[in-house]
């Protein structure tokens, strides 16, 4: 079955601090990979995304994620947060067509402490 | 580019009543599009899939009578939802993709509350 988990509800992390966002997916084919950020009220924003090639890759904001296929990971870091990105962030996964479903994560809520 | 684009973006209905949202690719021609729905502090859930020009795959548990999705353009899906209660108040997302990309993109959401 599809799946995608995300370990951390909430995290909070202090401005300045580095961030790592846990993922774990569970896909029975070559997964495509997401991460998308949310602000309150708003609709999805794609930070970056993993198709192939090299495993770890840079988005918007800062960010980047790292897939290893062993682990079924796809953890997003940034070296230094800022305000900015308290937000709803959210790991998916989808397939190789653009007529496959994406399934998303349940979401880690960031808390940013001035 | 690839921007989708959501009408409304908050509606209030009474309960009982019918209301459609829109979601449109203003750039691109989206050959499928996706609608979600989440629930305050939760994850995004796939409602249905709908393909322009066909009938809409629905996910287990979403009631197509309730739910009417239209995809009758390159550009345009509807979603509307029929007979209103107050359960039915959420954000709802649509999504769309084009031939040759596996990247969806979101429309901002349409915040549905039914009194």
């Known amino acids: 079955a599809q799946s995608v988990t995300q370990p951390d509800i909430h995290i909070t992390v202090s401005e300045g601090a580095s961030l790592e966002l846990r993922c774990n997916y569970s896909y029975g084919a070559t997964p495509y990979l997401f991460w998308y950020v949310q602000s309150p009220g708003q609709g999805l924003q794609l930070l970056l995304k993993y198709f192939s090639g090299d495993t770890l890759v840079q988005g918007i904001k800062g960010f980047e994620a790292e897939f290893k296929r062993s682990q079924s990971s796809f953890n997003l870091r940034k070296p230094s947060v800022h305000w900015s990105d308290a937000a709803e962030y959210f790991c998916?996964?989808?397939?190789?067509?653009?007529?496959?479903?994406?399934?998303f994560g349940p979401g880690t809520s960031l808390s940013v402490i001035p | 580019g690839a921007v989708v684009s959501q009408h409304p973006s908050r509606v209030i209905c009474k309960s009982g009543t019918s209301v459609k949202i829109e979601c449109r690719s203003l750039?691109?021609?989206?050959?499928?599009m996706f609608w979600y729905r989440q629930f305050p502090k939760q994850s995004l859930m796939l409602m249905a899939t709908s393909n322009e020009g066909s009938k809409a795959t629905y996910e287990q548990g979403v009631e197509k009578d309730k739910f009417l999705i239209n995809h009758a353009s390159l550009t345009l899906s509807t979603l509307t939802v029929t007979s209103a209660h107050p359960e039915d108040s959420s954000f709802y997302i649509c999504?769309?993709?084009?031939?040759?990309?596996?990247?969806?993109?979101f429309g901002p959401g349409t915040r549905l509350t039914v009194t």
């Open positions: 998916a996964v989808g397939g190789k067509t653009s007529y496959d479903k994406v399934i």
């Open positions: 999504s769309a993709t084009t031939s040759g990309t596996y990247e969806q993109y």
């Open positions: 750039d691109f021609q989206a050959t499928t």
